[in-house]
């Protein structure tokens, strides 16, 4: 996923990003996460589908401050934001399928 979206590079830049106006979406990841790697292959049509949005991957190792700030506990979680606030959630124990990631998507459209 990091080869089609924009990487958070350090707090500083996703709390930049955090206050754009435009709609971005975080996507927190992990290497090791095999529910991640689950979601690989259909992401990118995905993004390339949503691209009136910004996709930022933010890797949940190095940056568990940012976590826990917002309270992801679980991933791949997807959280979308513009202006300063959080505009949709998408977080869940279970596997995120592409229909129900796609959903999430069509459902900030109205934000």
Same mark, same amino acid.
């Given at each position: *996923?990091?080869?089609? *979206?924009?990487?958070?590079?350090?707090?500083? #830049? %996703?709390?930049?990003? %955090?206050?754009?106006?435009?709609?971005?979406? =975080?996507?927190?990841?992990?290497?090791? @996460?095999?529910? @991640? &790697? =689950?979601? #690989?292959? %259909? $992401?990118?049509?995905? /993004?390339?589908?949503?691209?009136?949005?910004? %996709?930022?991957? /933010?890797? &949940?190792?190095?940056? $568990? #401050?940012? @976590?826990? +700030?917002? *309270? /992801? $506990?679980?991933?791949?979680?997807?959280?979308?934001? !513009?202006?300063? !606030?959080?505009?949709? &959630?998408?977080?869940? !124990?279970? &596997?995120?399928?592409?229909? #129900?990631?796609?959903?999430?998507?069509?459902?900030?459209? +109205?934000?």
């Amino acid at each position: *996923m990091k080869e089609y *979206m924009k990487l958070i590079s350090s707090i500083d #830049e %996703f709390d930049t990003i %955090f206050q754009g106006s435009r709609i971005s979406v =975080f996507v927190f990841s992990a290497s090791w @996460c095999p529910d @991640c &790697r =689950f979601i #690989e292959p %259909f $992401m990118k049509s995905l /993004v390339e589908k949503y691209s009136s949005y910004d %996709f930022y991957y /933010v890797d &949940r190792d190095e940056y $568990m #401050e940012i @976590c826990q +700030r917002l *309270m /992801v $506990m679980g991933i791949p979680s997807f959280v979308a934001v !513009k202006d300063g !606030k959080e505009i949709g &959630r998408f977080v869940s !124990k279970l &596997r995120k399928t592409e229909a #129900e990631i796609d959903q999430f998507l069509q459902d900030l459209q +109205r934000s």
